[in-house]
């Protein structure tokens, strides 16, 4: 008898709604008419919040090519270890063994940064979660904005140096070139935007929904039919410009208010999955320590890599959402990770 596919994004929404519902993994097993070990092993690795690794079988690297990595590892300061390995024909090897054979050549730091939770947080990140748990996340738009510079993050751009290599020296500023500001969403497999705030404005609460206001309404949201507004739940984070009053009654008058206007838990970057889609774009525009001369041109750079966002990358973000709430909930609102 054939092996059975995967579970759907469909019934993987049904499960967390079945379970919100008190409903036991073999009672979710015989509604939806699947094993009971597929429906257990769900609920396991959501909770882990990540996927079962499947090991691959590993390839051999001869010396010859040892001593290509080598030398595209000094021609490629920064680079990735994926880079390294592309650039002179190598494929199939796991990430694991390529950074096990650059450790030998090569040095890398990353450093990580977590939001500050404290008990109050926590206990408001679970009670979002509970709240939310029956909710249909492909009507929900998640918005953010980005802050894009000429130079990259602050320390951000790192990779592999030869021992015996000097880190190249990054393009100085006196002024630091300033940044742009860039707004967008996403909902189920679309992006809406990326629309660019106009240098010089700061946001507060009106220049916020002026700006919603020339972009996102003007130029997509009433192109949208009503049944696709009446159903539509609207997502912003608790930046002042955003949860004033004044930008509540705002959205309010458009039709965005109570049900239709997600509230939004402290400290919770980790549940937004338009973070995930601002690494792409970052890891796209600063790859290598790329650095830009002006504010167009970064700009450009941006709105090319959020056109090589395909519809499948957007459609994974926004269907985590399940797994992200059961990870909050499993974590008793601790951070759970991107």
């Not at 079945?18 to 009672?27: D, N, P, Q, T, V």
């Not at 996102?216 to 696709?228: G, N």
């Amino acid at each position: 008898m054939g092996q059975k596919k995967d579970l759907t994004g469909s019934e993987k929404s049904k499960i967390v709604r079945y379970l919100a519902e008190g409903c036991s993994s073999l009672k979710i097993a015989k509604l939806l008419k699947r094993d009971h070990r597929t429906i257990k092993r769900f609920i396991q690795n959501s909770q882990q919040g990540r996927k079962k690794r499947v090991e691959k079988p590993r390839r051999k690297i001869t010396a010859h090519e040892l001593r290509k990595v080598k030398r595209a590892a000094a021609k490629m300061p920064l680079a990735t270890s994926l880079a390294i390995f592309q650039s002179c024909n190598i494929t199939g090897v796991p990430k694991r063994t390529r950074c096990t054979i650059l450790r030998d050549m090569a040095k890398v730091r990353k450093a990580e940064r977590r939001p500050p939770l404290n008990k109050t947080h926590k206990l408001k990140r679970q009670d979002w979660a509970k709240k939310y748990l029956k909710t249909e996340f492909s009507k929900v738009l998640w918005t953010d904005e980005m802050r894009v510079s000429l130079d990259g993050p602050d320390g951000w751009a790192r990779g592999w140096i030869g021992k015996r290599q000097r880190a190249p020296v990054p393009l100085r500023r006196q002024q630091g070139g300033g940044g742009v500001l860039v707004w967008a969403g996403i909902i189920k497999d679309e992006l809406v935007g990326p629309f660019r705030v106009e240098d010089g404005v700061k946001l507060n609460s009106q220049s916020y929904c002026q700006f919603l206001e020339d972009t996102f309404f003007k130029q997509w949201y009433r192109k949208k039919s009503v049944s696709f507004k009446k159903n539509m739940i609207f997502m912003q984070d608790n930046a002042p410009s955003h949860a004033s009053k004044y930008s509540t009654a705002w959205l309010a008058r458009k039709g965005i208010k109570e049900e239709k206007l997600m509230t939004w838990p402290p400290c919770s970057p980790d549940l937004n999955p338009i973070e995930n889609l601002w690494s792409i774009i970052k890891c796209e525009i600063y790859k290598e320590g790329k650095q830009y001369t002006s504010l167009n041109s970064v700009w450009e750079a941006v709105v090319a890599a959020a056109r090589n966002v395909d519809g499948e990358q957007i459609k994974t973000l926004t269907e985590s959402m399940d797994g992200r709430l059961l990870s909050v909930l499993a974590k008793k609102g601790g951070y759970i990770g991107r």
